[in-house]
C-alpha cells in the first residue's frame, strides 16, 4: 500500500549554482571515458582485456575477482587505453578511448516477464549492467545469486543543486517502464517508487505501471533512498533489498528494449564556481574536461564528481564516478580569514544559528571547503538527530563502530544506514567528526565479520 510521509528532520544547504533546465552537448565531444573500481564497495577486479585491445560497447573490460559472473562492461567502442594503477599497483581506472564508431554488443530484445528471472539476471551480467544495481546492507553491488525483499527507486534527488529527474527523464516514459519491469522479476516482492511531494507528480511516475508508488515531502534527506526504506520498509537483520538510480534504471530499460548496452547520461553541471550552470548529455565514466572548458571561474576550485556532501573530489582533467548524476564546482577552503567564527557571518551558513544568516532563509551562499575548525573530542548531543530522520541513534551508532562493538552496531541499525544517510551529521557537526568513515570501516568490519 502507498504511503505520503512529510518529514521534518533534516537541512537543505541553500548553494548557489544550480543547473538552469537547458541541455548541451552530445556524446560524440566524450575525449575518453573511465570504468573505475574504486566506485564500488568490496570489489577487486580483474582485467579482462589487456591494454591496447578493442571493444565495443557491451564488451567485458573487467570483472570481480570474487564473483566473476559480474561484468564491466565498456559503455563505448574504442580502445583501452590504459589501465591505471596506485600503490601496490592496485588498479584505480581503465581508460577508454573512444572511436566514434558506436559499435556495440547485441544483445536479446524480449519482454523480461516472458523471458524468466534466470535468463534476465544473465543479460544483465552479460552486458554489464548489474553492477548499476546497488544492495542494503553494506552498499555494494547487489549479489545475483540472492532475491531481495524489496527494490527501492527514489525518484528525486534532494541533496545540494542535486539535478532535477522529472526534466532528465521526461520523454522516456517506456524505457522507464521497461526498467520496471526488468526489477519486477528480480524480485518476489513489491518494487517501491518515491516522488517528490512537495511538486504534482511527473507523467513519467504517474504513468508507471507494476510499481508501488510513495510520497516524500520535506527537506534534505528526504530524497535518499534509504530514509525512504526506513519509513516504508525497514531492513531486518538478514534481510536484503536492493536499490537502483532512476537514470540508471533507464539503461537497463533500453538494454531490454533495444538490445545494447546504452550508457548515455544527463548530468548536471553545478556550483558557484560555474558560469551557466546546466545539464550535459553524456556518457557514464566521461572525462569532464571538455564539460568544465571555459565554464569554471577561477583556478583555485575543488571540483566534485557528485554532490557537496558524498562526492569525489576529481581534477579538472577527471573522470565522472559510475554512479554520478552531477558535477558540483566550490571554492577550495585553504585560505584564511579575518576573525573567522567571530565575525557577523552574514554571508556565512550555519546549520545552526552560530551566524545572524539564519534571519535570511531564502538567501543563498557561495561556500567553500573550509570545515572552519579542528577535529576534537565526540559530545552526545540532538545535533545529528536533528538532520537525520530514520529511527537510529546516530551518535551512539557513530560511538559504537569507533569502539568495534560488533552487538551494539547491529542494535543500532548499522544495517540500514550507508554513507550518504549520515552525510548531513558530519556537515553539521561540532566536533567535525569524520561521520561517513568511521561508518564506512564500520560496514566493512561487519561485512568482514558477520557477513
Known amino acids: 500500500m ?11 544547504i541553500p548553494l548557489k549554482g544550480k543547473a538552469e533546465k537547458v541541455f548541451e552537448q552530445s556524446t560524440s565531444a566524450v575525449k575518453s571515458i573511465a570504468l573505475k573500481p574504486t566506485d564500488f564497495n568490496m570489489l577487486t577486479p580483474k582485467p579482462a582485456i589487456a591494454e591496447g585491445d578493442k571493444v565495443k560497447a557491451g564488451d567485458a573490460v573487467f570483472f570481480d575477482k570474487n564473483h566473476p559472473e559480474v561484468k564491466f562492461t565498456s559503455p563505448v567502442s574504442g580502445t583501452l587505453k590504459q589501465i591505471v594503477r596506485g600503490d601496490r599497483r592496485r588498479i584505480l581506472a581503465f581508460v577508454i578511448e573512444p572511436d566514434g564508431q558506436n559499435e556495440s554488443v547485441k544483445f536479446e530484445v524480449a519482454n523480461p516477464a516472458k523471458m524468466g528471472r534466470e535468463k534476465v539476471v544473465e543479460t544483465l551480467l552479460n552486458a554489464g549492467a548489474w553492477p548499476l544495481i546497488k544492495q542494503r546492507p553494506y552498499d555494494i553491488i547487489a549479489n545475483p545469486s540472492q532475491t531481495p525483499k524489496a527494490i527501492f527507486v527514489s525518484g528525486f534527488d534532494s541533496a545540494p543543486l542535486a539535478p532535477d529527474y522529472d526534466f532528465i527523464l521526461s520523454g522516456q516514459e517506456s524505457d522507464f517502464q521497461m526498467g520496471i519491469d526488468v526489477l519486477k522479476v528480480l524480485t518476489n516482492g513489491q518494487v517501491h517508487l518515491s516522488y517528490n511531494g512537495a511538486y504534482p507528480m511527473s507523467k513519467i511516475y504517474s504513468s508507471v505501471k507494476g510499481a508501488e508508488i510513495h510520497e516524500f515531502e520535506g527537506p534534505h534527506p528526504a530524497g535518499n533512498v534509504g530514509v525512504q526504506i526506513n519509513h516504508i520498509d525497514p531492513i531486518n537483520k538478514g534481510e536484503i533489498v536492493w536499490t537502483i538510480n532512476p537514470q540508471d534504471l533507464l539503461i537497463i530499460g533500453r538494454l531490454f528494449s533495444k538490445g545494447v548496452f546504452d550508457a548515455t547520461k544527463v548530468i548536471a553541471l553545478t556550483g558557484s564556481q560555474v558560469k ?22 577561477g583556478d583555485n576550485n575543488r571540483i566534485i564528481s557528485g554532490n557537496v556532501l558524498t562526492g ?102 548499522i544495517y540500514e544506514v550507508i ?22 570501516n564500520g560496514l566493512n568490519l561487519m561485512y568482514t565479520e558477520v557477513g
Open 2 to 12: 502507498s504511503q505520503k510521509v512529510k518529514l521534518r528532520k533534516g537541512l537543505n
Open 276 to 297: 551557466a550552470p546546466k545539464y550535459y548529455r553524456t556518457v557514464l565514466g566521461a572525462n569532464v574536461a571538455s564539460i568544465l572548458a571555459g565554464n569554471v571561474e
Open 312 to 413: 569525489t573530489q576529481i581534477d579538472a582533467n577527471g573522470y565522472l564516478g559510475f554512479f554520478s548524476n552531477q558535477i558540483t564546482v566550490i571554492p577550495e577552503g585553504n585560505d584564511y580569514e579575518f576573525m573567522g567564527w567571530a565575525a557577523p557571518g552574514f554571508n556565512k551558513f550555519s546549520a545552526g544559528r552560530t551566524f545572524f544568516s539564519w534571519l535570511m532563509p531564502k538567501k543563498e551562499y557561495e561556500m567553500n571547503t573550509n570545515t572552519h575548525g579542528e577535529p576534537r573530542a565526540i559530545v552526545v548531543s540532538n545535533q545529528y538527530d536533528s538532520v537525520l530522520p530514520m529511527d537510529i541513534y546516530p551518535e551512539f551508532l557513530v560511538k559504537a563502530i569507533m569502539a568495534q562493538d560488533i552487538d551494539k552496531m547491529e542494535q543500532l541499525g
Open 419 to 440: 554513507e550518504e544517510d549520515l552525510a548531513l551529521c558530519e556537515f553539521a557537526c561540532t566536533s567535525k567528526i569524520q561521520v561517513q568513515k568511521i561508518l564506512r
